[in-house]
């Protein structure tokens, strides 16, 4: 079974309205944490945000926040007001701390989001 | 300032040959961590580390190989067994169990077979 699971491999959204970027996981380790990157065409990539398993709020950056539902196992990222730099790849990430797994650290496929002006 | 270096960062290899990939970090991270990324595609683990002379074979280690003789430094060797070796490759590190900690990554490398 897939770790981090992102189901939508590209994705629209118009310049300054919001969008959500869908990401669920699949974990037996009650301590992990939740990871949003973005990669511009350079490749580097670069951090968004971050939630702890037991983190009672959802994470919030700026623009970016986590809606996370932890009984459905899912890590949506929430971009408001897109704006043109927004369009790239991003990443959802896993980082689990079991014995078994060591701090082994799991990406999604990635969604790949183009901001229209 | 503090950060992951990644040498080369273009890099070209003829069939058959071993090339070898440099990740520096002056983070004092234990652990670090070796991605493939193919064109459009998400990152698979080649191999981790948590700590000096260990490290662990990640989902698609087969024709690659690491070592881990100082805590600063992991280099990748991409081996002639590695069939398909064009890529762009990326290295990241971290505090081990940490919780809230980002994980760095490198600026990445891009190995191409000629």
Known sequence: AQKITQTQPGMFVQEKEAVTLDCTYDTSDPSYGLFWYKQPSSGEMIFLIYQGSYDQQNATEGRYSLNFQKARKSANLVISASQLGDSAMYFCAMREGSRSSGDKLTFGTGTRLAVRP | DGGITQSPKYLFRKEGQNVTLSCEQNLNHDAMYWYRQDPGQGLRLIYYSQIVNDFQKGDIAEGYSVSREKKESFPLTVTSAQ????????????????????????????????
């Open chain 2, 83 to 114: 069939k398909n070796p064009t890529a762009f490759y990326l290295c990241a590190s971290h505090h081990l169990r940490q919780p809230g900690n980002t994980i760095y990554f490198g600026e990445g490398s891009w190995l191409t077979v000629v």
